[in-house]
C-alpha cells in the first residue's frame, strides 16, 4: 500500500452525519471582493464580519485553505479566500475555484430522480426491486420493501459500501488511483449487513441505487443525466461530472489534502479517481455554482411543485435540533430564525457547507482538508457558525 494512503481516518457514521448536515466557514485572508448586480467588484481594505469568521479556519492543525460565495437578500454575491491554495509554491487560494463537492451531488442526483418521477417515468412509492430486479442482496434487508423515496431520505436500511472501504481506524485501501464501477460499488454493500427500512441512517449506497434507476429507466448514462437535466439546465458554467479515468480537477482549483497520521504531514491528494463517489458524490464545482444551483432549486426552476414540495417534506434526525432531511436536502433552522436548504460533502481533500433560504440568501464554504473536520468539532462548529452568520447577515 503506498505510503500516502497509510492512517487516513474516516470518520465515524454519527460524524458523517453531522459533517454532512453542518454549514460551514470561509477565510478571506488572501483578499476579499464583493460584486455587485452589474458584476463589478471592488476591493475591501480589511475584512468584513463574515471575513473575520473565517479567518479561524485556516492553519496549523485546522485547514490549508478556505473559499467561500455568500449571496445576500438583493442577489449581490461576495467571495471570500484565506490561506493557501498550494502548499509547496505557497499560491493564494483562488477566487471560486473548482473543487470536488462530494456529496452536494446527492441532490443534483435527487433532483434527476424527482424530474423523471415528475414525468410518469419513476414512482416515488414502487420498490427498488422493481426497477433494479436482483440487484440488491444485502443480508437483513428486504429489496421489495425499499421504496425510491426511502432510498432518497435515508430510510432504506441499507449497508454503506464506504464503510468497507474506509474502515474505523484502518488505513485506507489504496482507491485514490484505481476506477470502480457502480457495480462494484454495490458488490461492496451487498456484502454487508443491512437492516429493515424505517429509521433514518445515511448511507452512500442509496443514491447510488438511485443514479442505476434513473440509467436504468432512461437508457442513458448517469454523467449524462446531471449533466443535460441539471447543470445545463440551470446555466452552471464550472460544474461537471468527470468522465471515466478522469483524475485531475479542470481550470482554477486550490489543491486539496490529506493529514497523514503517522508522520503528521498534509500529503496533496488532488488528483483522484472520484468513480467511487459516483451519483452519491463525485461532482466538481463551485461556491458560486452551488448558491446558484440552490437558488434555483428551491425558486422551482429544476422540479414541478408536487416534486419540489416532496423533496422539502423532511424526516427528523435528532428531536430536538430541529434539523431534518427530505429527499436529498437537509433543513437546518437559522439563528435568526427560518430555515436553510442544502446539503455539504466530505471527499479526500475537500469538505463543502452550504445553505440556501426561500429569500435568496445562499451560503457555500469549501474547506481543502478533512483534518480538523474529523478531530476537532470546534473546527465544524466555526464553519456552521459562519455559514449562519452569512445567511442571517443584515
Not at 16 to 35: F, K, N, P, W
Not at 112 to 138: A, K
Not at 306 to 313: D, G, P, V
Request: proline share 6%.
Amino acid at each position: 500500500m503506498p505510503t500516502y494512503l497509510t492512517r487516513l481516518r474516516r470518520p465515524t457514521r454519527s460524524r458523517r452525519r453531522v459533517l454532512a448536515m453542518a454549514t460551514t466557514a470561509v477565510i478571506a485572508a488572501g483578499g476579499l471582493t464583493a460584486a455587485g448586480p452589474a458584476g463589478t467588484a471592488r476591493a475591501e481594505a480589511r475584512p468584513d464580519a463574515i471575513g473575520q469568521r473565517i479567518e479561524k479556519l485556516v492553519g496549523t492543525d485546522r485547514h490549508p485553505g478556505a473559499l467561500a460565495a455568500v449571496r445576500d437578500r438583493r442577489g449581490r454575491t461576495r467571495h471570500y479566500t484565506a490561506g493557501v491554495g498550494d502548499l509547496r509554491t505557497g499560491a493564494k487560494v483562488p477566487k471560486n475555484g473548482r473543487v470536488r463537492i462530494g456529496s452536494a451531488s446527492k441532490m443534483f442526483a435527487s433532483v434527476v430522480v424527482l424530474q423523471l418521477v415528475g414525468e410518469g417515468t419513476v414512482d416515488l412509492d414502487e420498490s427498488v426491486e422493481t426497477y433494479l430486479p436482483g440487484l440488491v442482496r444485502s443480508p437483513g434487508v428486504d429489496a421489495d420493501a425499499i421504496t425510491v423515496r426511502q432510498l432518497l431520505q435515508h430510510t432504506s436500511g441499507l449497508p454503506d459500501y464506504t464503510d468497507t472501504m474506509f474502515p474505523e481506524m484502518i488505513d485506507i485501501p489504496p482507491y485514490q488511483h484505481i476506477y470502480l464501477e457502480p457495480r462494484d460499488l454495490l458488490d461492496m454493500a451487498n456484502a454487508r449487513e443491512g437492516r429493515p427500512a424505517g429509521d433514518w441512517a445515511y448511507s452512500n449506497t442509496n443514491y447510488l441505487l438511485a443514479g442505476l434507476i434513473a440509467q436504468r429507466v432512461t437508457g442513458r448514462p448517469f454523467n449524462e443525466l446531471v449533466t443535460t437535466r441539471v447543470i445545463e439546465r440551470t446555466g452552471l458554467r464550472d460544474t461537471y461530472a468527470p468522465e471515466v479515468g478522469e483524475e485531475g480537477i479542470r481550470g482554477r482549483h486550490p489543491k486539496g489534502y490529506q493529514l497523514d497520521e503517522a508522520t503528521g504531514e498534509l500529503l496533496d491528494f488532488t488528483r483522484m479517481d472520484p468513480s467511487w463517489g459516483w451519483a452519491a458524490g463525485q461532482l466538481v464545482s463551485t461556491p458560486a455554482d452551488l448558491n446558484t444551483f440552490l437558488r434555483a432549486l428551491l425558486a422551482g426552476q429544476l422540479l414541478k411543485p408536487a416534486q419540489l414540495a416532496e423533496m422539502r417534506t423532511t424526516v427528523a434526525l435528532h428531536p430536538r435540533s430541529g434539523v431534518g432531511y427530505g429527499l436529498g436536502l437537509f433543513r437546518t433552522p437559522l439563528s435568526c430564525g427560518g430555515v436553510a436548504w442544502g446539503h455539504g460533502g466530505d471527499i479526500p481533500g475537500y469538505s463543502t457547507v452550504n445553505g440556501a433560504t426561500d429569500d435568496g440568501r445562499a451560503a457555500t464554504l469549501v474547506v481543502t482538508s478533512l483534518n480538523g473536520s474529523v478531530t476537532d468539532g470546534s473546527v465544524a462548529a466555526d464553519r456552521a457558525a459562519f455559514v449562519d452568520a452569512a445567511l442571517c447577515a443584515k
